[in-house]
């Protein structure tokens, strides 16, 4: 009788922890490059609350991992990906989808590329220079501007030899290449064609910058003009009509 009593107990008990054990939840989700296209064998890891489970999308994106509830940091990574990471709470077991996941391919070098339809397209280098008269200077940029058709742009900044990728200034170029002035006389004033634009880090050497512009040049200083300046570098780029 005693045996029997036992084996039972012992048996609800593991009953128990069994249940137990499987009482977690399951995000889906899907992950996609920032063009759009799945990718298939991304590293996906969700943190919670002491535990951590793993798996790899499959060849469409898709992919479903465990949890449990509280405090999750959902992790995505791929080699020559930006990694990304989501941190938020469940109080709940559920299934639970989250939006699309967008991971971003490193540029193969440090620059500025708009983000096209299946690959980056490189924004030229180039140097402004200054001409001064007595009353003012003005800036003109040198240099072959890359052709881009689409007007709503999306541009990759990255850097390999500084982290900070806020430090530009966008100017729109008239027709005789002049970004615009500073006069001196009678009082000094910016007349510089100064154009804004949305930043937005995705890590500490890669930004998005988000513009809609019309047909036109433009150059990306590194840095911005100033009564200091005299030369620089930067990107030049053109939105054809």
Known sequence: MFKKISVSVIVMLIALKTSYAFETGTLRGRVIDGFGKPISFANIEALSDGSKSKTTSDPTGIFSVSYNPGNIKLTFSKEGYVPAYIPFSLDEKTDFSIDDITLWK???KGG????????YIEINRAEYYHESGSKERRFYVKGSPTVIKDQDLKIIDFQTDNPLVIGKTLYRVDSKDSVGSIVFYPSQK???NKEADSYTK?????GMRRLNLPAGKYFYCTGEITI???TGFGFFFEISS
Request: avoid cysteine.
């Open 106 to 108: 490193i540029p193969p």
């Open 228 to 230: 200091r300046s005299k």
């Open 202 to 206: 995705i890590a500490d050497n890669i």
């Open 112 to 119: 500025l590329f708009v983000v096209g339809d299946s690959d």
């Open 190 to 192: 910016y007349v510089l």
